[in-house]
């Protein structure tokens, strides 16, 4: 840093001081916490897959590939949670794709014959 950019504001043309008082020279105030504005973004849906006695394992598996793009091991995770547990928390979309998905699934299933039930619950 040259001499001259401390008193012309730096080399990009920062000013060396705010010039509000309690703030240091080099600090610049970006925003007033009075001024900032909370973004919210969209709620997310859980996607949430139930057990049934007639749809394979190995459809489950591939849906979850398919559909819910998940990898194979994370696939074959969640088919045996649902297996063991009667229910399993898929993964959690804003509702309009958790809705899209599960009609994807549901599409699949009844297509190959199986009675697959998937569920969204909003996100707490």
Request: hydrophobic share 45%.
């Amino acid at each position: 840093m040259r001499a001259s950019d401390t008193q012309t504001g730096g080399p990009f043309g920062v000013a060396a001081s705010t010039g509000e008082p309690g703030t240091e020279p080099g600090v610049v105030v970006l925003d007033d916490p009075e001024t900032v504005h909370e973004e919210r973004l969209a709620p997310l849906w859980k996607v949430i897959c139930h057990d049934d006695p007639i749809t394979t394992m190995d459809f489950v598996v591939e849906m979850l590939t398919k559909v819910f793009r998940l990898p194979l091991a994370r696939a074959m995770e969640l088919m045996l949670r649902v297996h063991t547990q009667k229910a399993a928390v898929i993964g959690l979309w804003p509702e309009s794709v958790a809705r899209k998905k599960v009609n994807r699934a549901h599409a699949m299933a009844r297509a190959d014959q199986f009675p697959l039930t998937l569920s969204i619950e909003k996100d707490d």
